[in-house]
């Protein structure tokens, strides 16, 4: 029996709460057949690492891959050196091309699927940066992406967004990187929700314009585009954006509020996935998609729909926080045997954020031991002065 938690509420008050809700997620073996999915992974700093922890923070390579080998024993694919692993947010371009590097050689190891984030976070936003600037940026990291045999995810750029005059610099900048391409890429629209710096993207900050300039971009360049991930948080403008597509482009929902409508679809189409939150609910992502394939949609809907709770919570403002409650879920789960992060982004949300996380991970069956995860949760509350019972199943 799990003891009590004593948790603090949003009032500043205290409840107590037992934990043990854990469910067995059923797997059934074999791919996923009517949707794909991509996971997109977190990294594990090392905190023994003798060194600056909030600007020369190191990887534990060890535990960060692993994490990806349990991705893909779930039969997801990996979304790599994305913003859910601090990319541009703690992680910069030398880090990301030893995570690419590294990562590449374990999917061809395990047979698992992998796509890799590149952009143009080697180059410093400012006025002296030119378009001829930005291209050159994303050349040398595309270029890096195929050489090690991944696919392309092809990110926003801050630098871009800061030094485009319109429109007209986004098609072309675009349309001379995707005519280099050796295959098809997916895109990133990443919403300033997730990274302010984005804000105008494409050239307006109207997303009726935005979204206008992004299909000429995919219209113009259709054979190189593999689909589009786009992470505005508004499912209506996704299920808009879906119906206007190329046919065979597809849609990869980033939508971390609304992903159990977008991947099941309507009459009209369906959106595949490229999700953060994948990284903290995979059990249950997995079982729902198998599901789906199934056509099993009571068992998909009360599958992902327990998840969504944590998901909203996990992702809400400051939203390009949410890669803190990612790494607190692995933490509570046993994948990591700490709460640090590269850039020290454990500090980015409050002891009761993560006290009402648990509660919703526990309430989702998202805690594969709720008994470590309780453990794991009183030491994080007795460092905030929140005092705990003592006492220990020899599990730490």
Known sequence: MVKQLTLPDKNGNSYEYHAGNHKAFILPEGPFKSRIAFSAAHVVCDPLADSDPVLRSKIDWENTLAYRRHLWSMGLSVAEAMDTAQRGMGLNWEHAKELIRRSAAEAKA????????????????GPSVTLSDVQAAYEEQCEFVEQHNSQIILMASRALADCAQGPEDYERIYANILRQVSKPVILHWLGDMFDPSLKGYWGYKNLDDAMEVCLNVIWDNKDKV???????????????????????????????????????????????????????????????????DDHDYDSYHALLEN????????????????????????????????FRMIGGAESARSIVHLSELFVLADQAGLLSDPELAAERMKLVLNVAGIRQEEYSSGKL
């Open 110 to 125: 395990a047979g698992g699927r992998i796509a890799c984030g590149a952009g143009t976070d080697q180059l410093l936003p």
């Open 226 to 292: 593999d689909g589009i991930k786009i992470s505005l948080l508004d499912a209506s403008r996704e299920i808009e954006m879906r119906r206007l597509l190329p046919p065979g482009v597809k849609m990869y929902t980033g939508d971390d509020f609304n992903y159990p409508e977008l991947i099941k679809g309507d009459e009209h189409g369906y959106s595949h996935a490229l999700l953060g939150i994948f990284d903290a609910i995979a059990p249950a992502a997995a079982a729902a998609l198998h599901a789906l």
């Open 307 to 338: 998840t969504v709770p944590l998901s909203r919570h996990i992702f809400q403002a400051p939203t390009y926080s949410y890669k803190t409650g990612i790494v607190f879920m692995a933490y509570l789960n046993g994948h990591q045997s700490h």
